[in-house]
């Protein structure tokens, strides 16, 4: 996972300190990583917001500067940095990229068995760190007493995994088999909790909170004066610009929480408007919410602010920017998506995206763009990288984001995919398939293969989330599912899942949409002779298909009759 390394391009500009902030909470971590300490491990947790990125990457240039940073990795659900199986072969390939003997001693390692990098992480963590670096240390030769930085366990895939991470790395400091220390930064979920805090990790660990408090005000108050200042002469603003009053409302604002500000200052930084006015919007905003946030919740305030950011995306933009989003939400959730990549030539998710949903480049930057202070678009292969989780937080739970919830697009979206679909249909022959390649990408198939992609995310939808409601429930009744067999004789549906398709379809809708089949000549056909143990009627009147299913060849539609 080189893109969840410390100084990867993909996360630049990284998130930081600013200069004067949270001092004393990298010097206790700079003492204790440099020190004799006892216990090799510290646990950093709070929650979502308050900065523990910006603490560990200042941490991270702090031990890179006193050559004592072995790794650093920044986990992301969203960003897609996120593999267990990847976890330590990322922090034993940045060991070994300083330390020569341990380098050379892996690197022979793996060239004998190259399969190591492909065993489970227990395997992995024994094979790749603990038994290199004790034949090493058998030799008489020194690792380093290396600092590794593990930023966004929480992150990480699977709650077990994460637990195993701690346990595996707490059992090696206790018994000495790793000289490294080991810096942990996460949100204080429960089963994190209950980990660091059994008995035996207790004692050879430190934790320390980093709150929502007001007591870090001043703080923030120099970061925004600093930036604003910053805004203000790239902009040759009025020196008064912005008054000492206006200031301490963002302060005010903040509550506490960094990611507050931070995204604050991406806000006022828009290219394509004024800072006068992003800031104006801002003020208006807290005016107006005066009186409205006595939840006491810390994060109240900064979902008012991403309100206003998804309010000022232009109406011609806002539907687009949903539905990338939602994409992006699906497929940090599935693993369908890597089959998807291999059925289109290993090309880049925006890419997918954008001819799923009909955008071409241009489109898909300029919706990307519309939210320049939460996301970050570089180019395809690096794909969109979100600032912070936060955000998607905020999206995806419908009673903070109200309208603007991730999810309220959904069953447009199946719609609009079933439109779209059957316009293909309409402009195709079996010898000719005529669909937009709206993002081109180098491809002998690339039609037929967009094509097959936009059949199994309309199927995957089907299945996702929220039921589907009498809109989309119509459009399907008028799907042409007849054509698949046509244009795709493949036909395959894999990751369908029957059971989940049917509970999302309303029953006033589900028999007419599928159903089970009971006609003898679609069983007197080759159906029992190719082992279909299952098979169901998809669509109505002349629009329907069989769907057969046998532990094989998974689910496959077929034209109704299917009589060979």
């Known amino acids: 996972m080189r893109d969840a390394f410390h100084d990867s391009s993909a996360r630049w500009p990284p998130p930081l300190c600013h200069p004067g902030t949270r001092q004393d909470y990298i010097q206790n971590i700079a003492g204790w990583g440099i020190g004799a300490s006892r216990q090799r491990i510290l646990w950093i947790y709070g929650p979502a917001g308050v900065g523990k990125s910006a603490v560990a990457q200042s941490c991270a240039n702090f031990f890179t500067e006193e050559n004592n940073l072995g790794a650093a990795v920044f986990l992301s659900r969203l960003n897609g940095w996120d593999d267990p199986d990847r976890f330590f072969t990322s922090i034993s390939y940045q060991i070994a990229v300083k330390t020569d003997p341990y380098g050379d001693f892996l690197d022979d390692r793996i060239q004998r068995d190259p399969t190591l990098v492909t065993k489970s992480i227990m395997v992995q963590f024994q094979e790749l760190l603990v038994k290199p670096v004790l034949e090493l240390r058998a030799k008489g030769v020194d690792v380093g007493e290396w600092v590794v930085i593990i930023d966004g366990l929480d992150e990480c895939e699977g709650k077990e995994t994460q637990c195993d991470i701690i346990e595996m790395i707490s059992t090696s400091a206790r018994e000495g088999a790793l000289p490294f220390r080991w810096v942990f930064l996460s949100r204080p979920e429960t089963h994190i909790i209950a980990s660091f805090t059994t008995n035996s990790i207790r004692q050879i660990s430190l934790h320390l909170e980093l709150p929502v408090t007001r007591a870090i005000d001043n703080e923030i108050r120099l970061y925004l004066a600093d930036e604003l200042q910053r805004v203000q002469e790239r902009s040759r603003l009025p020196d008064t610009w912005p008054p000492a009053h206006e200031v301490a409302i963002l302060v005010n604002l903040s509550a506490g929480l960094w990611i507050y500000p931070a995204t604050l200052i991406r806000f006022i930084r828009d290219p394509d408007s004024s800072p006068v006015d992003q800031l104006n919007a801002v003020l208006a905003l807290a005016k107006d919410s005066k009186g409205k946030t006595s939840s006491g919740h810390p994060l109240t305030e900064l979902d008012i ?254 034209q109704y009759p299917y009589l060979v």
């Open 305 to 558: 602010f991403y309100t206003l950011i998804m309010r000022r995306v232009p109406s011609k933009i806002l539907t687009a920017i949903q539905r990338i989003l939602l994409f992006v939400k699906y497929s940090s959730e599935v693993s369908h998506w890597s089959f998807l990549r291999g059925l289109l030539g290993e090309i880049d998710l925006p890419i997918i995206i954008a001819n799923i949903l009909g955008l071409t480049e241009l489109q898909f930057q300029n919706a990307c763009s519309s939210l320049h202070s939460v996301l970050k678009f570089k180019s395809s292969s690096h794909g969109i990288t979100f600032y912070h989780a936060s955000f998607m937080d905020f999206l995806r739970d419908a009673t903070r984001s109200k309208e603007f919830c991730v999810y309220s697009c959904l069953n447009p979206l199946r719609r609009d995919l079933v439109e779209r679909l059957n316009d293909v249909h309409a402009r195709s022959t079996a010898d000719h398939l005529n669909m937009d390649v709206t993002w081109p990408w180098p491809h002998p198939e690339s039609q037929r293969s967009l094509y097959r992609c936009s059949i199994l995310v309309l199927s995957w939808l089907c299945q996702w989330q929220g039921p589907l409601d009498p809109p989309a429930c119509t459009a399907l009744l008028g799907f042409q599912f007849h054509h698949i067999p046509r244009l795709d004789p493949s036909s395959n549906l894999p990751f369908f899942d029957l059971v989940d398709f049917r509970h999302h379809i309303p029953k006033e809708f589900r028999s007419q949409i599928i159903r089970r089949c009971y006609n003898p000549i679609v069983y007197a056909s080759r159906l029992r002779s190719l082992k279909w143990t299952t098979v169901w009627i998809l669509g109505r009147d002349r629009n329907k298909v069989v769907l057969c299913w046998n532990k094989y060849q998974g689910w496959r539609v077929v």
